[in-house]
């Protein structure tokens, strides 16, 4: 289909200069139905489906997939792996469910995982682009709470120093858990914040809001930029930034969603290394 062959063409279209890149990164809650689903037991058998819709329906498909809190190891692969996608950094367990990262085949055949400390709770690899440029990808859920901030601080510089052992150009992906302070502090750690990047639009600013959100019981109502992507390297430039998972499933209530995060959806451009 003429669809299809857009989606497969998006990555080499300008394979010589920049490789453009689609990339979704969402904590799913494990899966779990909101406490607002309208049926907990129909929820949890069609959350998985419901999942793959919401990262898949963008055109084109994202090139790689950033997974945090999967409620076991394979389910990135039980969910995507028809449709193309392989899971390659190794998941991991963090303090609540598991870490994965998954590209498209074409891309994982030019990949191969990075070994990393399991006290960072996250998942790397590396991937030669068509335009042979190498990047470092990581896919991370970081320490929780307020309190956690210096431990966060800590797994960002372990991190960032495990990825430049592969390649200047990083993406880093993931539930990070952290708050506004902490943001100079982690920009000169990890590089460009890519919401700031994209034009810092306050409608894609928050991937918590539990005012709208009411996917748990209780809980206070606040907004949150916990979920972040940063880039690193001479060769990648921001060109958007949006959310994902942000619209309430379709036939349950008014605050029905099918996480207490929104995803992130990023696009990218990676330039041919000189």
């Not at 949150?224 to 390297?233: H, I, K, M, T």
């Amino acid at each position: 289909s003429i669809t299809q062959s857009m989606a497969s063409a998006a990555i080499t279209s300008t394979s010589c200069y920049s490789t453009p890149l689609t990339i979704v990164s969402w904590n799913i809650a494990e899966a779990a139905p909101s406490f607002t689903a309208p049926s907990f037991s129909r929820r949890a058998k069609e959350a998985p489906r419901l999942i793959r819709e919401c990262i898949l329906r963008n055109q084109p498909p994202p090139d790689i997939i950033a997974l945090q809190e999967s409620p076991f190891p394979s389910f990135g692969t039980d969910v995507f792996e028809e449709q193309g996608y392989v899971s390659v950094g190794g998941t991991t367990l963090s303090h609540c469910g598991y870490v994965d990262l998954m590209l498209k085949k074409q891309l994982a055949k030019q990949s191969r995982q990075i070994s990393l400390d399991s006290n960072l709770s996250s998942v790397a690899c590396r991937i030669v682009l068509p335009n042979k440029t190498t990047i470092s990808v990581s896919s991370s859920h970081l320490a929780p709470f307020k309190h956690g901030a210096s431990t966060r601080f800590r797994q960002c510089q372990h991190l960032r120093e495990s990825l430049l052992q592969e390649s200047d150009n990083m993406i880093l992906l993931g539930d990070y858990n952290m708050r506004q302070s902490e943001d100079t502090s982690i920009e000169n750690i990890l590089g460009i914040d890519a919401w700031k990047a994209a034009g810092s639009n306050f409608r894609s600013k928050f991937t918590w809001d539990s005012f709208a959100n009411k996917y748990h019981e209780d809980g206070f109502s606040f907004r949150a930029r916990f979920d972040r992507c940063y880039v690193g390297g001479e060769n990648i430039r921001v060109n958007r930034f949006g959310l994902i998972g942000n619209k309430v499933v379709e036939g349950g209530s008014t605050k029905d969603f099918l996480s207490d995060h929104y995803g992130m959806i990023i696009g990218l451009d990676v330039d041919k290394a000189s």
